[in-house]
Every structure is written in C-alpha cells, then in structure tokens.
C-alpha cells in the first residue's frame, strides 16, 4: 500500500504522525499506554468531522478509511454501535421526558 502502518490502541496511522512530528509527536508516543492516542483519536475524529465532505457517519468513518468500500464498512459499523449505546442509555438513565412522581421539584 502507501508505506505507513497504524500504531496503538486507537490504530493511529502514521501518515498523520509525519504531519504532528513538527510537534516532536513520535510513534513511541502514540503506542505508550494511557490517553494520548486517544486524545490524538479525538482530535482527528473532529478534524475529519470538522472539513471532510458527507454525513457525520461518514466523516466519522475517515478516521479508519477515506476509501469508500471500506469507509461504508466502518460507517456502519459506526452507526450500530451508536444505536446500541443510544439504546443502553436511554434504557438506564432519567431524562426530562420520564421524571419519577414526587422525585423532583420544579
């Protein structure tokens, strides 16, 4: 393919590790334990969110491939993981709409 590989827990590519070495952001760094490679996760996540075209899925999905036959695989990969945590949310926490009698005050 093109020469890079992913590195981490968050499989984070190292063609994008070329961009931040300006920053001294090395490999070594992202493949430590503990939240840098995901707060680098997050900060691509709102970058391809931020300026890639398409639905939020979509752009989403660009942080594993901007190919389109695999960015529909994560895509919707994507789009059922949310359901199911939208599901297990709603399923478990008090939200305005389901207040418990005599619970809250106004």
């Given at each position: 393919s093109n020469g890079t590989h992913d590195v981490g827990s968050m499989q984070f590519n190292t063609a994008y590790l070329q961009d931040l070495s300006k920053y001294g952001i090395t490999p070594d760094h992202v ?76």
């Open positions: 493949a430590k334990p503990g939240c840098y490679a995901y707060d680098l996760a997050a900060w691509r996540v709102r970058l391809h969110i931020k300026n890639d075209k398409g639905d939020i899925w979509t752009k989403a999905a660009n942080y594993h491939s901007r190919t389109p036959k695999y960015n529909v695989k994560y895509r919707a990969d994507l789009i059922a993981k949310a359901t199911k945590w939208a599901d297990w949310l709603e399923n478990r926490f008090i939200t305005e709409n389901n207040k418990m009698p005599g619970v809250y005050t106004d």
